[in-house]
Nanobody, 116 residues
Framework: QVQLVESGGGLVQAGGSLRLSCVGSGITFSINDMGWYRQAPGKQREYVAGITSGGITNYADSVKGRFTISRDNAKNTVYLQMNSLKPSDTAVYYC??????????WGQGTQVTVSS
């Protein structure tokens, strides 16, 4: 059974930074393309950033230049470094496989709230 556990969210002022972590069990990150997604209140879940098994990264235009995705295969962990945060980044953040996540893998996510 696959379990993905996100952590690192919190309340931060605009312009601040947070680092999210996603630890997986029952899944080998090193052979999977992994991504971060987010869902703001009243909106659909959206793609934020992805990293392939080979380390190639990709970002949504809204976070490009501010967010950095990385992975530590030895720890079966994916990270999302978020800098220059904006109120529009407020959402619950999730990790899952690419390209759109597997239904059974969605976890509880971690709440990020950016105050103006």
């Amino acid at each position: 059974q696959v379990q993905l556990v996100e952590s690192g969210g919190g309340l931060v002022q605009a312009g601040g930074s947070l680092r999210l972590s996603c630890v997986g069990s029952g899944i080998t990150f090193s052979i999977n393309d992994m991504g971060w997604y987010r869902q703001a209140p009243g909106k659909q879940r959206e793609y934020v950033a992805g990293i392939t098994s080979g380390g190639i990264t990709n970002y949504a235009d809204s976070v490009k230049g501010r967010f950095t995705i990385s992975r530590d295969n030895a720890k079966n962990t994916v990270y999302l470094q978020m800098n220059s945060l904006k109120p529009s980044d407020t959402a619950v953040y999730y990790c899952n496989t690419l390209p759109a996540g597997r239904r059974a893998y969605w976890g509880q996510g971690t709440q990020v709230t950016v105050s103006s």
